[in-house]
């Protein structure tokens, strides 16, 4: 079974930045393609970008050219860098290994106006 453990969630003001982190237990990280997604209140879980086992990256239309996926594979590491963050951006933002359907507890971000 393999863990996520995400961290970096805040409060923070619209415009402001922050950086989210995931980091997965188990061997095969490197193999992974790994994603983000979010979830508001009353609303579907989204994907938010995704990055392949090969660098490979895509975003959702919401966060292009403010979001930025990458990955550090010697630290099992997916990150999420958030800038220009807008209200709209509130949720939980979930971590996610495709190829074991595994999911991280979530971390809370809440951009104020």
């Known amino acids: 079974q393999v863990q996520l453990v995400e961290s970096g969630g805040g409060l923070v003001q619209a415009g402001e930045s922050l950086r989210l982190s995931c980091t997965a237990s188990?061997?095969?990280?490197?193999?992974?393609?790994m994603a983000w997604y979010r979830q508001a209140p009353g609303k579907q879980r989204e994907l938010v970008a995704r990055?392949?086992?090969?660098?490979?990256?895509n975003y959702a239309d919401s966060v292009k050219g403010r979001f930025t996926i990458s990955r550090d594979n010697a630290k099992n590491t997916v990150y999420l860098q958030m800038n220009s963050l807008k209200p709209e951006d509130t949720a939980v933002y979930y971590c996610?290994?495709?190829?074991?359907?595994?999911w991280g507890q979530g971390t809370q971000v809440t951009v104020s106006s």
């Open positions: 996610n290994q495709e190829m074991t359907r595994s």
């Open positions: 188990g061997s095969n990280f490197a193999i992974n393609p």
């Open positions: 990055i392949t086992n090969g660098g490979r990256t």
